[in-house]
Every structure is written in C-alpha cells, then in structure tokens.
C-alpha cells in the first residue's frame, strides 16, 4: 500500500469500521423515513397536542387565556354542540343506504350482463366529481322549481310541491339523502372488487346443491364480502363525519337554522366565523374522538377476524 | 481475483442459536467450492455474509487478504446469483446484465461488449432485448448467471441457483455452469442441499450442520472418507448403511458383533485406524455398494433376510434385515437393517435368507457417541 | 340497469342543460343559449382558477410521492429501530379527519407566513396525503422480493440508488394510484383551499366555485358552466386511470 492511498482513503475507511453494516442500513432506513415522520408530526400530530391544549383556553388565534376545566363544562352546555351532535347521530341513518344500494348495484354489475363495463364507468363517473359540484348539483335538484318537483308533478301530484332544503325539518334528510349519492361510486368499486374475488365455484357448487339465490347470497355472497363492507362501513362513517364540509357549504351554509350543521361544519363556524378558535379547538377534539372510535372497532373487528 | 477466507466467523440471530458457527473456510482463488447440508444449516447465510447482505457477528472475513467485516456489498467486488433469479423486472436482459457495469460508470460501448461476450458463452444472444418475464426457468437462470459474469469480479456467489429448474435443465445447467466457472477461472462459492451438484460440480466441498463445518474436502474424499458419521449419511444416496455394533478380541484379530453374528478384521486392521478397546460399542459404515450378496459360506458372512427388493432399471436396491422381525421402533428397525446396492437382475425375493459379505476395506468406523471417525488420522 | 345509469348521470344533465340557458331562460324553464359560456370568464376568472388547482395539485403530488416513496420503501425493508411503531402512528394519521386538528393547523399554518400564496395550502395537502401513500408504498413494497433490493446491492447500489434506479420503477403502478387518488381529492377539495390560500387571486377553481354558490348571487347556468369545467380534468383523469383508482382503494384487503 502506497502512502498516497492511505492518505486518500483513511477516513472513508474509519468511517466504514465505524458504523457496521446493520447500523448502515437503520441509520439509511431512518433518514429515508423522516421526511415523511416530520410532516406528518409537523402538521398532524402538533396540531392535536395544541388542540388539546387550546381546548381549555379562551383563544382568538394570536392570544390564548387558561381557562381550564370550566371551558369543557361550558362547551357541553352549549345546545349548539348538542343539535350537532344529534345531526351527525340522525345522519348515521343514511350509512345503510349508502351501503345497501351499491351492493346491489354491485351484484348487478356482477351478473356481467352486455355492455356492463360501460355501466360500470358510468355508474363511478360521480366519484371523480367534487361534492362542492355535487352540492350544487343536489341544490337544483331539491330546489322549488328544481328537478324534485318536476318528477312528482309528472307523477300527477300536481299540487304538492317541496323545498326540502327550505325547512328545518326536511333539510337534513335532503343532506342525507344527497350523501348516499355521493358514496355510491365508491362504495359500489369496493363491492364489485370484492365480488370479483369471489370464486365462481363457489356459486356453482352451491346451486347444484340445491340452494336458492337468497340462500346463495346469504351463506356465501355476504360472508365473503364481510371484509369489503367493513372497509366499506369505516369509510362511510368517517366521510360523514369529516367529508360533508363542501355539500353544507354550498346547499345550505348550516341552516336552516342549525338545522344542517354537523359537527364538522360547527368546527369551522365556531373557528371562522366566530372566532372562538378555544371552543372550536375542543369541538375538534370530540370529533377526533368520535372518529378514533370508530377506527378502533375497525381494527376489533378485523382483530377478532384473525 | 482473489481468495476468501473465513476465519471463525459466526453469525448469531438475535438470542438464538448460532446459525453459522465459528465457521473457518479458505477458497482459492479460482477454486469451486461447494457449500452443502441439510436445510437450515446455514448455508446461506454464510454466503450473505460474505456478500455483504448480513452482519458478521464475530470472526473475520477476507476477500483477496483484505478484511471486508465491515466493507459495503458494492466495495466487494462480488456478484451473487439469487435462488429465484431477483432480474429487474423493469430490465431488458440486457439491461440486467450491464447494470452493475452502468453503475460503475463504465462507458456504454464497454457495457455493450461485455454483456455481448458474456451473452454468447451463455448462449443468449437472441434475447438481449426481452424482458425477465417473457423467458423461460432455463433463460432467466442464464440471465442472472450472466449478470454475475459481465462484471467479472473477485468471486461469484450462488444460493441454489438451479433448484427452481425441472430435473433435465439442472443436469444441463449443472455442467454449464461448471464449465464457465473453469472458463473464467473465478473464486466461487455455490450453496446447494443437492449431493449430486455437490459431487459433480466442485473442486471442493465443505458440508455443514447446525452451522458448524463437519469436513472440507474433495467429493471423492468426502465419499470415500467422511469425517464422521454425519458426513458419512449425508452424502450418498441411498445413504451410507450405519449399524451400531460391537467389538469383541478374537481369537488373533479383532471381531465386530453385529447382532449375533460377526465379522473378522484382518491383521493390521487396528494399524490404520484407531479403534477403541475391545467391547467398545461403535457404528459401523458401509456404502450399499459395498454390500456384496453372494452365495458363499464361511467367515465373515453374514445371513440375512430380503425384506423388499426396489428395481430402479440400471440397479437395484434390496432392503435386508436380520434378527427378530418385528421391531419395536423404528429406530430399532433401521439399526437391524440395511441396504445393498446391486445389479438390475434379482434373482430372489422379499423373505429369502441370503448371505451377504463386506470386505474388511470398506468398512468404516465411527465412535458411537462423538460419531466421529475411526480411521486414523481423523479425516 | 338503465334507470341507475340515468341516475348517476343526473349531475351531467344537470350541468350541461343548466349551462346552455341564459339566466332568464333558466328562470322561465326552456330554450337554449350560448350566453352563459360566453360570460363564464367574466363571473368566474376560471383559467386563473384552473392553474391555481394544477399548481396546488401538482406540488402537493410531488411531495407526497417525494416523502412516501422513500418512507414506504425504509419501512417495508430498511426496518430501523421502533419502525413499526412509527409505521402504525404514521398509518393511524390517515383516520385523523383535518377538522379536528383544523384551529391549530391553521394558526400555525398562517404564523408560518404559508396562507398568502399556495404554499400552505400545498404543506397540508402533502400531510394529509403522506400517511396513505406511505401506508400504500409499504404494503406494495413488501410485495417485492428482498432478494431484487440485494441483488442490486450486491451490483453496487448504496441505498438511495436502490430506491431511486430499482424501488421507483418497479412501483410505477403504485406511484400512479397514489397520484390519481390524490389528484381527485385535492382537486375536488374545498375546506383546505377555503382556508389555507388567503389570496383571493390565487383561488382554486373548486373554491371558487363555492363561495360564489354560496354567496347566492351568481346566475346558476353560469356556476353550471364552471362547474363543468371544474369536474373535467377529474374525470379525465378518472376515466384514463380507473383500475389505478379501484387498486388503491382496496389495498391491502383483496390479497
Ligand atoms: N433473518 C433471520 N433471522 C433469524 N433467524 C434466521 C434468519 N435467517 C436465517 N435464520 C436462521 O438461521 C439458520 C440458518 O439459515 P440459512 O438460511 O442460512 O439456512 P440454509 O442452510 O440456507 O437452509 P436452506 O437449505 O433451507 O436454504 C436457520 O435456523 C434460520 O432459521
Ligand atoms: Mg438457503
């Protein structure tokens, strides 16, 4: 070995005896991970740490003052709170729906009649739409001289005429009704994937048994579909919790009333409109809760599953 | 260019067990070196280690005299072929063949040369374009063989590299593969569980157990004289016939009891191997071809019983036990039987009692409790 | 079959008749105008707001892709130390809906000086969107053979070259499902852009066409029109790469 080489090389080398292997290939694993761990304890993980926190405080966004325990107690007074909870709670209603039509749609898609891709692209056309469009779509659709009262006029009902959006009773039925449209593209792609896995045999065999097409659906359809309409389930809970933003945005700004607000939507009149950036913070947090709850029967009923 | 040497290298797991033991190993270079033993005994990672892919937990590892404990895969200058291939999906054949010699930073028409040569002694020019995935078991074997030689490094590395193939591509590949480790004259390291390519393929061959090397040696020494009973069952097939037994003085010369009958050992026996005192218990060896079935009578005759006789068109092997039939375990079963290995024509069948003789210099001897060999001068 | 289809279509018709009616013909319920596409630039600044979309889209994209791919490959086969721990806290994000966290982002977001341009809006988009990608990348990567990363290793690639010559190429399907999912759900966002974009001028087309339905004083077959055009890129994208989008959404469960 030459002089020059060791001087050329010592320190790469002392390097190299340093840092075994192993250690060489954590250290790269590491480093390739923290962007993604920076970002996302950045600007998801912090925020919650400072939404716990701002919960018990009087905060405006530049100036927070402790208030403790009593701003939780006050939250909880507020009826606000209360008749959005009860919203989300009566929006819940729509999940079955929004599950129930795209399985049969799916099992339709499924008996793969002519021309079923077309339907297929078509009935998933929807899901690239944003539901601000879709709100607005929604809107004409229910309003007085919208496509509602049409149909029930063709119908020969020519006196009844509806304004669903118009009246605190019926306006959060339209909401629902509105969700269920907006989770049908999706709900159905899950359903069909689910149903393409499905061993054909399976069927077969079943129907040489003897059984009757309920029968075939009940015993082996819906089972071997338990996991998709799970996945199905927690995806529909969570966009009615936290994706519902832009239809009340656009169809009815919360109202009638508070008739429309959810809990998401109460989040942002609170912080924004308001002000009360504290109570928003804690109005946030239940919300958070409400969707981990929902997480963690997720990861129950796939534990119980395995 | 250069040689390996392992030098008490082990790797441990975690808390468990060594899964290579003190292992001390040296190639030379261009020497064919056969890594060979039951599952899990530690081949590959053995081989891991020394590409680099798996720490080395104690011990020392060296490629052409330097120390690479602790050097990078890509500062070793070897080359691996994997058990499932691992080409590039995204590669054309190539593409694989050139990419180490890319990354090196060779000049495209110097990659394009080589990967040609190498293309040609592997006969694969015709698909130099395709992608891994429109070729056959045989060509993607090729190819990965291919990637290792375009760089011609200091050595090659192979984990099983035919045992994805159909029986007759594995013959084929088996001594093409051979013939381009004698072409290029490259250390090489083949990790195989298959004794064929073990016996046809290497200069050398080192067999393991439970991480601890048992012998290196050449095939036919590890045939003829395996270290121990380990050895001795592992390479062969069927399997060297190990009977435990008894040595008792004769009147002049050393007899082995085996059941209740026995066997003769000449005069001078006890020169060339280190047999224990006399009523010591040891395993006797003996390959079925040395189980010679003949007519005679007189000493060192042994009668026993044909339990079933299997035709395998070239020769046959015929299953012979002594002693009371019924054996209680088959532990028991296997020590009162064993296997002959003869010619195709059988001329007798399941329950004749034949004789059946072993001369004296095919008989190996194991201590029954080491299982370590008899004959002197160890190995 | 038919009546579904007619059903799923409704939004279109709506759209596209609405559209082509002038704000009196759309009052008094028939005839067919041209008018409305004519003033849709004047109401709506729609080219502005289309490049506002792309420009947020595209960024936000580049660094989810640019954080998760190597995030996914490190936690499918570079395992450090807690890797799992943090994969699952990371995974977990992904259940974290923004309105919860929604006060304090945006108030740190706006410390950060961000919500003037498109840069704030971008950085919540690319959190929000790390914790799928790095979810989908993993689960795709520990698809791949180990043996692919350690032949290129033992051909001389340091880690980041096994993930930018090897890892990248092969998870050229998965780079295109993240790329689509997020691509629909940024562009078809609102609450993000509402609020983390101050600049009026700078507004994606999605938010724009919201405050203004929401302000109740723009002619509806002129929100029409621009909603059609909002919705085209989406569903060009969609339609182009829809098996990208069915394989993302079923990760993980239908293998
Ligand atoms: N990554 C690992 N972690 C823990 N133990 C391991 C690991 N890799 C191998 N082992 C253990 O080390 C021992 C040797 O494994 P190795 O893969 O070297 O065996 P092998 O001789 O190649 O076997 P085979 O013929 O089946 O390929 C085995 O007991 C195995 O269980
Ligand atoms: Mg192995």
Redesign the interface.
């Given at each position: 070995m030459s002089v020059v080489t060791i001087n050329g090389t010592t320190p790469i080398h002392r390097r190299g005896r340093r840092l075994s292997l192993r250690r060489r290939r954590q250290v790269a694993g590491f480093l390739f991970a923290l962007p993604a761990i920076a970002l996302v304890v950045g600007f998801i993980g912090v925020p919650i740490g400072q939404a716990v926190y701002y919960s018990f405080t009087e905060w405006n966004g530049l100036t927070s003052t402790w208030i403790g325990a009593s701003a939780w107690t006050q939250a909880f007074h507020n009826s606000n709170l209360w008749t959005a909870l009860q919203n989300n709670a009566l929006l819940l209603l729509a999940v079955p729906f929004a599950l129930g039509l795209p399985l049969l749609i799916a099992m339709l898609l499924h008996q793969r009649v002519v021309g079923w891709r077309i339907f297929r692209s078509i009935y998933f056309l929807p899901t690239a739409i944003s539901w601000v469009v879709l709100g607005l779509v929604a809107e004409r659709f229910f309003a007085y001289h919208g496509t509602l009262n049409s149909l029930i006029h063709a119908v020969g009902l020519t006196h009844v005429s509806t304004n669903m959006l118009g009246y605190e009773s019926t306006a959060l039925s339209a909401l629902g009704i509105t969700f269920v449209f907006t989770m049908i593209g999706t709900n159905t792609m899950l359903f069909l994937t689910g149903l393409a896995t499905l061993d054909p045999s399976l069927e077969e065999a079943a129907r040489i048994d003897g059984a009757g097409r309920w029968r075939i659906f009940r015993s082996i359809t819906l089972p071997h579909l338990s996991r998709f309409i799970q996945l199905a389930f927690v995806m529909t809970v969570i966009a009615l919790f936290s994706a519902l933003f832009s239809l009340i945005f656009v169809m009815t700004g919360g109202g009638p009333g508070y008739a429309t607000t959810t809990m998401e939507f109460l989040i942002y009149q609170t912080g924004f409109d308001q002000g009360a950036f504290g109570t928003a913070a804690l109005y946030g947090l239940i919300l958070f809760v409400l969707t981990a709850i929902v997480g963690v029967v997720q990861l129950r009923l796939i534990g119980s599953e395995e | 260019m250069a040689d390996i040497d392992f030098d008490g290298v082990t790797k441990v797991y975690g808390d468990g067990p060594p899964a290579v033991d003190r292992l001390s190993l040296h190639i030379d270079d261009g020497e064919f070196m056969v890594l060979v033993g039951p599952s899990g005994c530690g081949k590959t990672t053995a081989l891991r280690m020394l590409?680099?892919?798996?720490?080395i937990s104690s011990g020392t590892l060296r490629i052409g005299g330097a120390v690479v404990n602790?050097?990078?895969?890509?500062d070793r200058d070897?080359?691996?072929v994997?058990?499932?291939y691992?080409?590039?999906?995204?590669m054309s054949v190539a593409q694989n063949m050139g990419?180490?010699l890319k990354?090196?930073g060779e000049s495209k028409r110097e990659i394009a040369r080589k990967v040609e040569d190498a293309a040609r002694i592997l006969r694969l020019t015709e698909y130099l374009e395709r992608r891994p995935k429109a070729l056959s078991g045989g060509q993607r074997q090729r190819v990965a063989m291919g990637?290792a030689i375009v760089?011609s490094p200091q050595a090659f590395l192979m984990d099983e590299p035919l045992s994805n193939l159909d029986a007759k591509l594995r013959v084929e590949m088996r001594s093409e593969i051979a013939r381009i480790q004698r072409l290029l004259s490259v250390a090489t390291v083949y990790v195989t569980h298959d004794q064929v390519e073990a016996m046809t393929m290497g200069d050398r061959v080192a067999v393991l157990r439970d991480g601890q090397l048992q012998q290196v040696a050449t095939p036919q020494d590890i045939y003829d004289r395996p270290a121990n009973e380990f050895v001795a069952g592992f390479m062969g097939s069927p399997p060297m016939n190990l009977v435990p037994c008894q040595l008792r003085p004769g009147r002049s010369r050393v007899e082995v009891v085996v059941a209740d009958q026995s066997i003769e050992l000449p005069l001078g026996y006890a020169d060339t191997h280190s047999l224990p005192e006399a009523g010591a218990d040891v395993v006797l060896g003996v390959r079925p071809e040395d189980v010679l079935i003949a007519d005679a009578t007189g000493a060192n005759v042994l009668k026993v019983r044909v339990e079933r006789v299997e035709a395998l068109g070239s020769e046959a092997l015929v299953h012979l036990a002594w002693g009371e039939g019924g054996a209680s375990s088959s532990r028991d079963a296997r020590s009162r039987s064993f296997i002959a290995k003869v010619g195709p024509r059988v001329t007798f069948a399941p329950g004749d009692v034949v004789s059946v003789q072993v001369s004296p210099e095919h008989i190996h001897f194991f201590d029954a409790g080491t299982g370590i060999s008899l004959r002197a001068g160890g190995r | 079959m038919v009546l579904i289809a007619v059903i799923m279509l409704y939004p279109f018709w709506v759209m596209i008749g609405t559209s082509l009616k002038s704000e009196a013909q759309f009052l008094s319920g028939g005839g067919f105008s041209w008018l409305s596409w004519k003033n849709l630039t004047a109401t709506i600044p729609v080219g502005q707001e289309v490049l506002s979309s792309t420009i947020v889209c595209t960024a936000s994209i580049l660094i989810i892709l640019a954080v998760g791919l190597p995030a996914g490959f490190a936690f499918a086969k570079l395992r450090f130390r807690a890797s799992t721990v943090v994969f699952l806290v990371i995974v977990s994000a992904m259940m974290v809906p923004l309105q919860a966290i929604l006060m304090p982002e945006f108030v740190n977001v706006t410390k950060l000086g961000l919500t003037g341009g498109y840069l704030g809006a971008i950085v919540v988009y690319a959190a929000l969107g790390t914790p799928f990608s790095v979810f989908l990348f993993a689960t795709y990567f520990r698809g791949v053979p180990d043996e692919l990363i350690e032949a290129g290793i033992v051909d001389g690639l340091g880690y980041f070259g096994a993930l930018w010559r090897l890892v990248v190429p092969i998870a050229i399907p998965a780079i295109a499902t993240v790329t689509v999912l997020q691509f629909i759900q940024i562009w078809d966002d609102l609450l993000v852009g509402l609020l983390f974009i101050q600049n009026t001028s700078e507004r994606p087309i999605t938010v724009g066409l919201a405050v203004l339905a929401a302000g109740r004083t723009t002619s509806i077959p002129e929100l029409m029109a621009g909603s059609l055009v909002s919705a085209l890129p989406a569903m060009v994208v969609y339609l182009v790469f829809q098996r990208y989008l069915v394989k993302g959404l079923t990760m993980g469960i239908d293998r």
């Open positions: - | 590409a680099g892919l798996e720490e602790n050097t990078l895969p890509k070897v080359a691996m994997f058990q499932n691992a080409l590039y999906p995204h990419f180490a990354i090196r990637r760089r | -």
